[in-house]
């Protein structure tokens, strides 16, 4: 009699294909920030691929599933933080929502896996049908269930300028594709070097060839293109490194601006166009006519400088008052010339979804209430050029910056507060995935973070300044404001569509396929 020690779906996660399968999500996840080991994503998949050699369709979705809830399970173990430090919740209530966030995730690589083995049965080689539903995965998730963008294979390589210029054109897509493309052809290569009676894979390993010169070539020739004639704003980044726990305390707000107004001067003393503020450094309502507000206004008056600054803000909608999480222009003059509104809100941090039908269930984060979304992308107008500004977790969403930049905008501005992340690789990996936006628009970002991490990003994605986590501080420089003309702009995602229809269509010939036999049999 054997004593088993563990269930059988267990044990199955920790025989030879699961260890393959743990060993390719943990090197995934080294390849993020804040490892420097972005290089682990072009062999990262090995194991994994080793594993699913001659599996039937259940075993490679649960070798799929078990690498992607590795990867991120490593990737996002800082939301245990937001949930027992600052959402004030036990352990006991924070691994079940971290571990139903990373099964999620971890579903879409369980999809792309079976997709794969099943595609193989019918004739389809891996080197297609792997990197297409991957990247259809990615994009499905980038909108289902509210959204989450986060941590795709081609953002480990935002330090890579050459091979990322590409995103102009597919976005971080394509170069998922080509992550997974380059680790499906290197192990069949392997596998054909070690006589184990594989062909070599002569015809994906040109086309991969091919799609890799092309990439460099491409990403060389951009990033040797002459700027943008355009006439620079000098920027100030403000990072006032305001603890999260007292925030929003009303005692705390004197000492909160007072912060705000010394880093401001310092950083204006050889005169700037702009200073942006992060997200909800003023916290309070900056619309009232508040003797706080009027230094705030008073300060830009000063300096005679536009300045950016996020703030809560309400206005009545159908006769009811709501809220919105925004951001403010200021003019040399003093006035407010613009407000943008936050259009993508974080569930459970700016709003709790479903909360009329759970009224006991709390936002994580203190503020002033549940949130609305703003209505449209309101650029805000600094001088003669157009700012477009991603409010936090807005920069992960590329279809926003697509927005901004298509009615007008031709700087970005990413004002966040990171300072719920703690001192972990959260604002690293916030700041890689943003650099994305950048290069995706050509159209320059600066990031204002309270935290950190403070940044400017070019509009080929190089960042020419950032600030350490948790320092008091600012970033100054020069910002040519962006051509805003790109394949992206015009297309977006249809690349990654493409991906979704060539998946559904690798699923419908397997079924028909498969029916077909059983008729047959």
């Known amino acids: 009699m054997t004593l088993r020690l563990l269930p059988a779906s267990l044990e199955r996660c920790f025989d030879r294909p699961g260890l393959l399968a743990i060993s390719s999500g943990t090197m995934v996840a080294l390849s993020f920030p804040n490892s420097g080991l972005s290089f682990l994503a072009w062999i990262a998949l090995l194991p994994l691929l080793t594993a699913l050699e001659g599996t039937d369709l259940r075993t490679a979705f649960r070798l799929g599933f078990t690498c992607g809830l590795v990867a991120y399970a490593g990737i996002l173990y800082w939301i245990n933080v937001v949930i027992t430090y600052y959402g004030n919740l036990p352990w006991a209530a924070s691994i079940p929502l971290y571990l139903t966030l990373v099964a999620w995730l971890g579903l879409f690589y369980g999809l792309a896996t079976l997709v794969s083995r099943a595609g193989e049965q019918i004739g389809i080689k891996s080197a297609f049908s792997l990197p297409v539903a991957w990247v259809a995965g990615d994009l499905l998730r980038s909108f289902l269930m509210t959204g ?233 107008q600094a001088g003669s050029t157009k700012i477009g500004t991603l409010i936090c977790a807005e920069a992960v969403f590329p279809e926003l910056a697509r927005a901004y930049v298509n009615n007008g905008a031709r700087i970005l501005a990413n004002i966040t507060n990171d300072a719920w992340f703690g001192r972990s690789s959260a604002p690293y990996q916030h700041l890689s995935i943003a650099a994305f936006r950048a290069v995706e628009t050509r159209t320059p970002l600066v990031r204002a973070a309270n935290t950190g991490v403070t940044a400017i990003v070019d509009q080929n994605g190089h960042i020419n300044t950032m600030t350490g986590l948790f320092t008091e501080g600012f970033r100054i420089g020069e910002v040519r404001p962006g051509s805003g003309n790109s394949i992206y702009l015009k297309i977006g995602d249809a690349g990654a569509w493409l991906c979704v229809f060539l998946t559904a269509g690798i699923v419908g010939l397997t079924v028909v396929r498969l029916k077909r036999l059983k008729a047959e049999g």
């Open 148 to 380: 989450s963008p986060w941590a795709m294979l081609g953002h480990s390589q935002y330090r890579t300028l050459p091979l990322i210029q590409i995103a102009d054109i597919c976005g971080v897509f394509g170069l998922t594709l080509l992550i997974v493309l380059a680790n499906v052809v290197l192990y069949r290569a392997l596998r054909a070097v070690s006589g184990a009676g594989v062909p070599y894979p002569v015809k994906s390993a040109l086309v991969l060839l091919v799609l890799f010169i092309a990439t460099l070539f491409y990403g060389f020739n951009r990033l040797n293109s002459p700027e943008t004639a355009t006439t620079p704003l000098r920027i100030a980044l403000i990072q006032g490194n305001i603890p999260q726990d007292v925030k929003w305390s009303p005692s705390f707000q004197e000492k909160t601006i007072a912060v705000y107004e010394r880093l401001t001067r310092e950083a204006a003393k050889g005169g700037v166009d702009l200073v942006v503020w992060p997200e909800s450094a003023v916290p309070f309502f900056f619309q009232d006519k508040t003797p706080q507000a009027e230094r705030i206004r008073n300060l830009a008056r000063e300096l005679s400088t536009s300045m950016i600054i996020g703030s809560p803000a309400s206005e009545l909608r159908s006769g009811k008052q709501v809220y919105l999480n925004s951001a403010f222009m200021i003019s040399p003059s003093g006035e407010v010339t613009g407000r943008s509104d936050k259009l993508h809100l974080v569930p459970f941090g700016e709003y709790v979804p479903l909360g009329r039908y759970f009224p006991f269930v709390g936002k994580l984060v203190v503020g002033i209430g549940d949130f609305v979304p703003g209505l449209r992308a309101v650029p805000l």
